[in-house]
């Protein structure tokens, strides 16, 4: 199978291990297990209980008990099999499983950007007809419905978006998600709904799940960027039953289970999830306002205020690649933000504001410098 580099992890793979200053990260900033346990308490008791476990495979789909945990998550009221869930590696496994198991040749899908690449390439590689519809920058980073309207039609087997987005760090509004419901309806149109970013709500009011408003919607989660512990690589698919039965048989063939181990601290900060929410919203509004503040004071760049999720985009006036200049920039000052051209958007930055706040104002500065000495 044929399938486009992925330019957000090749671009890591050569240039984050020189960072001096990591301004690219979307973690907010992860947290160690011995952290994890002082949010939590009663150390001792869960480490007995853990390392007394036998290292099986464990249950197949996921713990009952994280499971539970998961469902805290959503408002979900109707009967637990109409929207089975299952436990994968990672939110990236998660969305893979969801298009081997509903995408084949021919197939029409429309993906929202920018966005994980993961949202077309993959459905792009399997033979899909993929329709990209860009978010715009004149309504804030927001969805044009009437572009959607007319991308969208009876052939279109899926939609998929990213709610809170990254790179943009726009949140759609309750009415927007129904919209899009709406136009996924009348077209008999699945929805993919990447949720990794759903409760890093800026202002804390928690967007509505996909799963919680369309009956065709499919949620994908992970305890990576919420929760600060992507070492985990523990994600989830909560879906309609006659979709995660395809992604069971294929889940089959890849993963098994995940680590007994991922499934047990999940569900332990899954269930303490309030207190590591209260930690992680603050650290984003510590980053933000000093991004923020840069922002105003640094005359060539310009930015939409994020309003959820980690990111945001910086543009820059400067006349050259943003794969230039961040390999320039990083080359002469340890800075490393990713260049926004690995997310089909030329002429930005994307920056992650909290994932190490105590460099970020130096290397803001850094960065400040920099552009004062290369402007044109
Ligand atoms: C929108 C989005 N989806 C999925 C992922 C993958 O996350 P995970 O660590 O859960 O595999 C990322 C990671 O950056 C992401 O930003």
């Known amino acids: 199978m044929q399938i486009d580099n992925f330019k957000v992890e090749d671009w890591f793979n050569e240039y984050e291990k020189l ?5 690219a990260d979307t973690c907010v900033e992860s947290l160690s297990i011995d952290e994890l346990f002082n949010i939590i308490g009663n150390k001792e008791n869960y480490l007995k209980e853990i390392t007394a476990r036998r290292l099986t495979y464990g249950d197949i789909q996921g713990s009952d008990r994280l499971h539970n945990a998961i469902r805290s998550l959503y408002n979900h009221d109707y ?47 399997l033979g899909a007809d993929v329709h990209l519809v860009f978010l715009k920058e004149e309504h804030n980073w927001g969805i044009d419905l009437d572009e959607l309207r007319k991308v969208v039609g009876n052939n279109t087997k899926l939609i998929c978006m990213n709610n809170p987005n990254n790179p943009t760090g726009s949140v759609m509004p309750e009415e927007t998600l129904n ?20 409760g890093l709500e800026h202002n804390r009011q ?19 960027k919420v929760f600060s512990l992507a070492g985990l690589r523990l994600g989830w698919i909560i879906s309609p039953k006659e ?3 395809k992604i069971i048989v294929h889940r089959e063939y890849n993963t098994i289970s995940v680590s007994i181990l991922d499934d047990y601290f999940a569900a332990l900060a899954l269930e303490n999830k309030e207190k590591i929410l209260d930690r992680n919203l603050k650290k984003i509004l510590e980053g933000k306002k000093i991004m923020s503040d840069w922002v105003k004071s640094e005359p060539h760049i310009s930015w939409i205020e994020p309003q959820g999720g980690t990111t945001c985009l910086l ?20 800075v490393l ?4 051209s690995t997310l089909e958007m030329e002429g930005y930055l994307r920056a992650g504001y ?18 004062k000495s290369h402007s044109l």
């Open 19 to 23: 960072a001096k200053y990591d301004m």
């Open 79 to 125: 009967s637990l099999l109409s929207r089975p869930i299952t436990i994968t590696h990672g939110a990236i496994g998660a969305n893979s499983l969801v298009m081997q198991a509903l995408i084949e040749k021919g197939d029409k899908v429309v993906s929202i950007v920018p966005t994980y690449q993961q949202h077309y390439s993959i459905p792009k590689s």
């Open 179 to 198: 919209e899009i419901v709406k136009i996924a309806k009348v077209n008999d149109s699945y929805i993919l709904c990447d949720e990794v970013y759903r």
């Open 206 to 224: 928690i967007s509505k799940s996909i799963t919680d408003i369309y009956e065709k919607g499919i949620s994908t989660g992970s305890m990576s």
């Open 243 to 245: 979709v995660m039965d």
């Open 315 to 334: 543009k820059y006036d400067m006349n050259i690649s943003s794969v230039d200049l961040c390999k320039q920039l990083l080359n002469d000052t340890g």
């Open 337 to 340: 933000f990713l260049p926004a």
């Open 354 to 371: 909290c994932s190490d706040i105590s460099k970020l104002q130096l290397g803001l500065e850094r960065f400040s410098d920099w552009l």
